[in-house]
């Protein structure tokens, strides 16, 4: 505050209660292929269940990546989930030759699609083929007067049209008319037909009459022509009348119990908006699962989207929007909009059901009502009311493309930014050791993360018939993947780091979902074991043996080492997964893949190093651009040593010290605006050797005689 001038009361606030924040130790971040799901997008997963509903179910390509994330979830409950995505991935549409590709809602633009040379209607919400499982149905009240043409008893130009009689109507209806005697007539907008069949679409909307007398002799006009023509006499002509779709023709629509509101209809705020009420704006939308590959049960209603309106301007009485195309952008879990229905759909009972250029009854799709016109067309051919149905095709991009691609935002890549991305522990799922080096190279990068990683499938496992090969064999391979083949290109040795943890094998488990069994890579589990042990104890504490290191679901495992197995595996930095009989299957190994010894290749010291670090690093980061004085370095101690304090007394720590003050920050530190503290801390280390020293002395000697 500047000097006062003249007399006053300043009042000021000093706050000296900072400390240092806890920090999150049980946030896992996975990137794996997915059959549903957005793609190269992170996505936070807290229960199997939220997994399923987000990214499907397994199946036989993708189910090693998808146990992966779900055996973490059995421990833990937080994975920020990202779908790799294939260089080739499209969605699913129901029309169109262009492809289409949509990772997230992110990326979904409408301007986009309907620039397309053949916009489709609907896109699959996301890329891959299961959503050519999806189809989209809808009413929208377009089928108005509608008349059923019977070719039984009908005359055309003196000739009875019957079967064998091969008389062909114009294959192009269109511009003809029907004249029924009496001053009415009735335009053919469309049709086509031939002795078995004739369909004719006819625009009533110039007339005074719903529906011509059944029985009429009408005249088919020819274009232009406005007074001479074909007499035809119609035996049977059955009228539905009134504009729109009556209640019966309605109900007889497959998926009319569906809804509450009945077709057609008009909403209420195209009446305020129009002061009419046969406006017809409204339509019912529904996605269904036509192959079950989502609900398992073919024909399965998805979603249902009722009482939506065509008009892009449509708000209910309290603000909502109910403009059919935003509301299912906004809510559908299956579909994006692509473009208003074009000319033509068909219909369930494979009839060709015409609509006028964007609509069909009532109003154009997209209108705002109050500033156009409504178009009240009347088109139907055939009578049917079963609404238009289209099916979608073209999806594909389960598997394939790069998870590792850490310099960029696709894959693992979107947790590079240790910044911007909160995690501290990293699945590797079932990676080769190419991915598994990105991956260290990533944690590496981040300083602030525990990747878990299992050995490449191929040395434990006969992949052709899924036999484990010989303990000895896969212990050779194992030790030699980690000491020779782990490494960075160009290097002799292998890979050397405290931030990475390798286990010992692969488990076999129950896939309740497709019931088989499945040989899955273990790091999912030891993932979890880390945050139950978080939960249970503190991040500084092993999470191996026998009081946290149990895992769960394990059938048997590829490997079981026996005691020098285990001493071969320990001594490379591999910890042994081992099945105790009495006791389940153990994590028997707290290693990390640091081959120097020192503190740091234990996993229990790495992660409390991740918590003082990361929590005293948050902590320090508001002494940016503050004086560089002795008070605020002192501020600074006061505020980190009772955080070590409290790690101390929760057995992370044997004793510490923290130096802050002139004789790290001299002079020329603090003319470089520099500020310097340092920190000694003595890590608590776990007990990985136990040694038991049994004495037997005669019965009459003193124990005070031998020393003890």
Known sequence: MAFQVSPGVVTKEIDLSTIVPAVATTLAGYCGYFEWGPMDKIITVDSVGNLMTLFGKPNTENFKHWFTAANFLGYGDNLKVVRAGDADAFNSVNSGANL??????????????????????????????????LKVVWHDGGYGNTFDYSLSGVTIGGVLVGAGHGLTLPSAMAGFTLADGTGNTFTIVSGSGTTAAALFDINLSANTTASPVTGATFTILEVGNTTTGITATFGAIAATGGYGVSASQYNDWKYADQFATKMPFTTQFAVDQTSSETV??????????????????????????????????????????????DYINENSQ??????????????????????????????????NLGTTGCTFTILNASGSSAGYAVSMT??????????????????????????????????????????????????????????????????????????????STQTANIVNYREGTLKRSGSDQGINSSYAFLDSGWKYMYDQFNDVF?????????????????????????????????????IKLS?????????????????????????????????????????????????????????????????????????????FKNMVEPFLRDVQARRGLTD??????????????????????????????????????FIATRSGVSFDEIGV
């Open 334 to 367: 299956y579909i994006y909009w692509g473009y208003h229905p074009g000319t033509s759909s068909t219909s369930n009972g494979g009839v060709t059901n015409y609509q006028s250029s964007i609509g069909g009854i009532g109003m154009a799709w997209g209108t």
């Open 100 to 133: 289409v590709r949509i990772n997230s809602y992110d990326d979904y633009s409408a301007a986009t699609i309907s620039a397309l040379s053949t916009p489709p209607e609907w896109v699959a919400r996301y890329p891959g083929s299961k959503a050519d499982s």
């Open 559 to 635: 490997l079981n080492p026996s005691k020098s197995q285990r001493d071969d595996l320990y001594q490379a930095n591999v910890n042994p997964i081992v099945a105790f009989p009495g006791e389940g299957t153990i994590l028997f190994g707290d290693k990390t893949l640091q081959s120097k010894p020192s503190a740091f290749d234990r996993i229990n010291v790495r992660r409390l190093f991740i918590v003082l670090e990361k929590a005293v690093s948050t902590a320090a980061k508001y002494q940016l651009f503050e004086q560089n004085d002795a008070f605020t370095r002192a501020q």
């Open 280 to 325: 017809y704006d409204g339509v019912n939308i529904a996605v269904i699962d036509e192959d079950g590959l989502f609900s398992g049960v073919k024909g399965t209603v998805l979603e249902v989207f009722d009482g939506m309106s065509k008009a892009g301007n449509h708000r209910t009485s309290q603000g909502f929007n109910k403009f059919y195309k």
């Open 518 to 554: 499945r040989w899955v890579p273990f790091n999912g589990d030891v993932a979890g074991l880390a945050v139950r042990s978080d939960e249970a104890t503190d991040p500084w504490f092993s999470p191996a043996g026998f009081n946290r290191g149990k895992l769960r679901g394990v």
């Open 656 to 693: 510490f010290k923290v130096i802050c003050d002139e004789t790290n920050n001299p002079g020329s530190v603090v003319d470089r605006n520099e500020f310097v503290a340092d920190i000694f801390v003595k890590p608590t280390r776990s007990i990985n050797f136990i040694t038991l020293n």
């Open 394 to 471: 073209g999806g594909t991009g389960e598997m394939g493309g790069v998870r590792t691609t850490t310099g960029t935002t696709q894959g693992y890549g979107a947790f590079a930014d240790s910044e911007t991305v909160n995690v501290n522990i990293i699945l590797g799922g079932p990676a080769g050791y190419t991915e598994s080096i990105g991956l260290i190279d990533l944690v590496e990068a981040r300083k602030d993360a525990v990747l878990f990683i299992s050995p490449d499938e191929g040395l434990c496992i006969n992949t052709t018939s899924g036999i484990p090969k010989e303990a």
